[in-house]
T-cell receptor, first 116, second 117 residues
Framework: NAGVTQTPKFQVLKTGQSMTLQCAQDMNHNSMYWYRQDPGMGLRLIYYSASEGTTDKGEVPNGYNVSRLNKREFSLRLESAAPSQTSVYFC???????????????FGEGSRLTVL | KNQVEQSPQSLIILEGKNCTLQCNYTVSPFSNLRWYKQDTGRGPVSLTIMTFSENTKSNGRYTATLDADTKQSSLHITASQLSDSASYICVVSAIRNYGGSQGNLIFGKGTKLSVKP
């Protein structure tokens, strides 16, 4: 079972370049998320999509855009990359985000982005 | 403010020894608490979930405890192995969705455990 698949796994960008991180899940989950992980900061939510057709900002949305393409796919776009966006990005999915949520997220392997 | 604090930040132990990781939270209203294990270069994977009514739960050599009164949880690892070297992340779920700033999940910053031979 593939679970959550992210591409690319590694990327080096120059300041000002744009790129899109792709994420797909095959578990029929309703909710999907993008996190970034930096040393000493833990995982921080960038954007999430509670269900197909909806997206919402997380804790650190500035400089990013997202698209919930369909139930399986959720992409993260950096329009003009900055060195502060150097990080490891994780896509995750869950059964359903709602009032009573078990909290189990299924994560991808991560995408390591360096902005020079 | 809803917060999750983990201690220690890092820990080095010898193979075969036991250790305990701590998680204190101020999240309210509390729904559940989950421990994740994150191997180096991988995504986090859930180890166990603790709900309000549960005090102790074991998953092999991992035992999680929850004291909902003091808002504390611990993860105890028995007879550590080299493969236990990882970061352990405590995540608390609130019952209500807090308007989208964090969804309803509050993450700790993790404890990095190194098990040495």
């Amino acid at each position: 079972n593939a679970g959550v698949t992210q591409t690319p796994k590694f990327q080096v960008l120059k300041t000002g370049q744009s790129m899109t991180l792709q994420c797909a899940q095959d578990m029929n989950h309703n909710s999907m998320y993008w996190y970034r992980q930096d040393p000493g900061m833990g995982l921080r939510l960038i954007y999430y999509s509670a269900s197909e057709g909806t997206t919402d900002k997380g804790e650190v949305p500035n400089g990013y855009n997202v698209s919930r393409l369909n139930k399986r796919e959720f992409s993260l776009r950096l329009e003009s990359a900055a060195p502060s966006q150097t990080s490891v990005y994780f896509c995750a999915s869950s059964v359903k985000l709602g009032q009573v949520f078990t909290g189990e997220l299924f994560f991808g392997e991560g995408s390591r982005l360096t902005v020079l | 403010k809803n917060q999750v604090e983990q201690s220690p930040q890092s820990l080095i132990i010898l193979e075969g020894k036991n250790c305990t990781l701590q998680c204190n939270y101020t999240v309210s209203p509390f729904s559940n608490l989950r421990w994740y294990k994150q191997d180096t270069g991988r995504g986090p994977v859930s180890l166990t979930i603790m709900t309000f009514s549960e005090n102790t739960k074991s998953n092999g050599r991992y035992t999680a405890t929850l004291d909902a009164d003091t808002k504390q949880s611990s993860l105890h690892i028995t007879a550590s192995q080299l493969s236990d070297s990882a970061s352990y992340i405590c995540v608390v779920s609130a019952i209500r969705n807090y308007g989208g700033s964090q969804g309803n999940l509050i993450f700790g910053k993790g404890t990095k455990l190194s098990v040495k031979p």
